[in-house]
């Protein structure tokens, strides 16, 4: 019985074979309609229109389609049941995630650029951006709007995992261009850092082991300080080690001195220096920033995750050589520079 069903399952396997056979014999040519649309509208084509000449030779020099409208193309699709025809749109889904999809529950509206000065204004941002951005970080695409909402808000930026929205750039000089795609391009840099889960992990633990977050720089009877000293006395909201290297930080503590105790630019440096070597020992280079405590100041970083956007955010601003000249005295604070260095220039292909 089970070898009439063996011999009668292979009859009926020829027969199938045979039929289809027969099938691709009866074809000819003419009859074979491609069915698929290979073109792509990612894909920029040239064009006598100033804009659209541009967006296109921003596409040949670095790959990344520029669009002023969240719909890309459309195409026929077929008619209706009562003969209307039927168009299908593709669009710039900002929904899609890095490993999944928002099934629609986050809206995205814009308000568009429409004038052609505004749309050139907004392409030379663009092409600023591309140029500063390694080819690992550059988006997939980039859509240039005047506005995005994005539920209740109305961000600068958004970045997407196929599209990357840059808005609000009507009237910005060349300086503050600049100054905006690299801000963009260090949030994209740390949200690249921040999904690398082991990344973190081998950073955070290098002041994390011995449980150095959230405890307060200075040793006060039981307070399970670190045990940092100071060279002045540090009183009010002065000495956050976040802002002493702003441009005019030695003139603003020396102007207020009744409170800085320091009188001197060569004063104010010598703190500064010491500052950056004890709080250093523990592998830091900022505190807390903290708005709910007027004392954050006088703390470590509350965790990881504050810890590690000083350290992404100085290092692009910085560069090795300025960032190290500044914070590397200590052990700590060079490992957990090069456990990030090698994956940002490495990986991401950033040049520090």
Known sequence: MQRLIYYMRKALAV?????????????????IVPSIDFTSPYALTDSSDPVQHAC??????????????????SYPNGTDYYGNALTRYETL?????????????????????????????????????????????????????DSIHVGNSTPIYYSGFRTLVMTQLAGLTDYQKDSCATAILQDMVLDRVKLNTDLVARFGAVSDKE?????PWVVDGANGG????WGVEHKGVFWRPQELWAEDAAEHYVLYSFQTFVYTT???????????????????????????????????????????????????????????????????????????????????????
Request: aromatic share 14%.
């Open 211 to 215: 449980k150095y977050y959230n405890r």
């Open 56 to 73: 296109y030779e921003i596409y040949k020099e670095y790959g990344v389609p520029v669009f002023f409208n969240d719909t890309i193309a």
């Open 266 to 352: 060569e004063e104010f440096e010598a703190e500064r220096a010491r500052i950056f070597h004890e709080i250093g020992r523990y592998g830091f280079i900022c505190g807390s920033r903290s708005y709910n405590d007027m004392l954050a100041h006088l703390y470590s970083p509350d965790g990881i995750n504050e810890d590690l956007e000083y350290y992404v955010q100085q290092m692009l601003t910085l560069g090795r050589d300025v960032f190290m000249q500044r914070y590397g005295e200590s052990a700590l604070v060079k490992r957990k520079f090069n456990i990030l260095a090698e994956y940002i220039e490495g990986d991401l292909g950033v040049e520090l």
């Open 93 to 145: 889904d900002l929904n899609w995630k890095f490993q999944s999809h928002d099934r629609g529950k986050v809206s995205y509206a814009f308000d568009y650029i429409l004038t052609a000065d505004e749309q050139m204004a907004a392409l030379d941002f663009a092409r600023r951006f591309l140029g500063r951005a390694s080819s690992k970080m550059r988006p997939f695409s980039i859509m240039l709007a």
């Open 15 to 31: 027969a199938c074979l045979a039929a289809l056979i027969g099938v691709g014999v009866g074809c000819t040519e003419d009859e």
């Open 226 to 229: 670190l045990g940092c000293t």
